[in-house]
């Protein structure tokens, strides 16, 4: 959202509006079913802005006398306001006027009726995240239509045609004519009205291709990725945070809970009781509190690191796996092969590691060792190695790798020097350490600073146009 880069002002104008008057289902959805999830704040600038749009008297207001009416500093209207969009009752619109500066358009939305709130699995999903089960079981049931109960009874009803039908006199026929081009002009602001607000994701933040070739490859044929299915999966993305393959795996358990059919109603459940099982996403150990970051920032740095290195694991903290590997390849002017996207599917659903450590893993191969792939032999052996060091953080890789190469150069030199003793000692030692080192520091090349530092623009480059994006 452009607008919430600058902070808000006191003195900027608003327009409140809204198309029609709030319905009594909608109020009734308001003050019951979505409070509890946008919280009473949100509720309250809601019915603030409705009743200013309602004022005859005036069509512009202060955002001063807003927060005074409603009690409330900046950033708890802020953050009122941009929970109310996300829900889909409240659009922003900005423009900046040459004298009196910023000025903002809010148009109101509608809440969805009670019964298209239950009918709807988003909703209650995100209802059920807030309430009890005992309380959404009550909301439901205050909702829940009536059933006409019809015993003894027998339907007498008049149909259309007894009452008004019968044929136009030809006489009348001009008349008639002109009504009806009069009804359409004086209905023309009707035809195609829509103004209920509704929850929208972003289908774009999602691997469509990789996810429909992974489902391929899972031997799913029975899934199609129809256009409601891909909104449910995308809504799952953004609640839940599950990644494509993960996506993919919640439709390969429900066809197989399912005999083979995919059910909506087995999905959603499905999704929810993972969520609640485990963290969907492998979060990284980074913290994001800012005191934090500069602690890590200048202990990393200390180390000898440089700036670019640092940003290195920002960047691998902040993109999920695929995204990160597409980014290396293509900076070495590459492709992603089948082979690399099923093992980073296997890294990441069966490894330990955060999916930081794995991208600084992907980086250390591709990247420092110059391989033109992810040899699945050398991935699987680093990704082993490094669970049983228990390798938290980027630094913590970058680190490990550092001492590794440094033990290595010291065993060489040893070797060199004393060659008998050291075999002796070093077969000895072998199942501590030394077997260890064998297993992937054999695969070890020497990096070219130049093409390194290439990469790296490249990498840059890449990620830059992503985040844009």
Not at 82 to 108: C, H, M, S, W
Not at 276 to 304: C, H, M, W, Y
Request: proline letters at 3%; glycine letters at 4%.
């Amino acid at each position: 959202m452009d607008y919430s880069k600058e902070q808000l002002k006191p003195k900027e104008i608003y327009r409140p509006f809204k198309a029609r008057p709030l319905q009594r289902d909608g109020e009734q959805a308001l003050c019951h079913l979505y409070q509890p999830i946008i919280g009473s704040d949100a509720v309250a600038v809601y019915l603030s802005l409705l009743t200013d749009a309602e004022d005859v008297s005036q069509d512009e207001f202060l955002h001063m006398d807003a927060l005074t009416a409603l009690d409330m500093g900046i950033p708890r209207f802020v953050s009122a306001r941009v929970r109310l969009e996300a829900i889909g009752l409240l659009r922003v619109y900005t423009k900046n006027d040459r004298e009196l500066g910023r000025q903002f358009l809010y148009e109101l939305l509608e809440p969805v009726t009670p019964t298209a709130f239950f009918q709807d699995s988003r909703y209650c999903q995100l209802l059920l995240q807030k309430v009890s089960q005992h309380k959404f079981n009550q909301l439901a049931t205050r909702f829940a239509p009536k059933d006409l109960v019809l015993d003894g009874y027998r339907q007498v009803t008049k149909r259309f045609a007894e009452v008004f039908g019968g044929k136009t006199d030809s006489e009348n026929w001009a008349l008639n004519n002109a009504a009806t081009l009069d009804i359409e002009k004086q209905t023309a602001a009707y035809q195609n009205f829509e103004d209920t607000g509704d929850l929208k994701v972003t289908l774009t933040d999602l691997d469509w291709t990789f996810m429909k070739d992974l489902a391929e490859k899972e031997h799913l044929e029975a899934i199609v990725f129809t256009d409601e299915l891909r909104e449910r999966l995308a809504f799952y993305h953004e609640l839940y945070g599950y990644n494509e393959m993960e996506l993919v795996q919640l439709l390969a358990d429900t066809l197989l809970l399912e005999n083979g059919s995919l059910t909506m109603k087995q999905l959603d459940r499905l999704a929810e009781m993972r969520m609640k099982e485990a963290p969907v996403v492998k979060q990284s150990s980074g913290s994001t509190d800012g005191d934090e970051l500069i602690r890590r920032k200048n202990t990393f740095l200390a180390q000898g690191y440089t700036e670019a290195d640092w940003q290195a694991i920002q960047a691998a903290e902040t993109y999920p796996p695929l995204k990160y590997l597409q980014g290396l390849k293509k900076a070495k002017r590459s492709f992603v092969t089948k082979n690399e996207e099923w093992l980073l599917k296997d890294l990441v659903e069966k490894s330990p590691l955060p999916n930081s450590v794995i991208n600084q893993l992907m980086s250390y191969v591709l990247v420092d060792q110059n391989k033109s792939d992810l040899n699945s032999r050398l991935v699987n052996t680093i990704a082993t190695d490094w669970s049983e060091k228990q390798l938290k953080t980027p630094e913590d890789a970058i680190t490990y790798v550092r001492q590794r190469k440094l033990e290595l150069e010291e065993e060489k030199q040893k070797k060199e020097t004393r060659k008998q003793e050291n075999a002796k000692r070093f077969s000895s030692n072998r199942p501590q350490r030394t077997e260890k080192l064998e297993d992937w520091s054999k695969y070890q090349t020497k990096t070219d600073p130049k093409l390194q530092e290439e990469l790296e623009r490249r990498m840059k480059e890449f990620l830059k146009e992503e985040g844009d994006g």
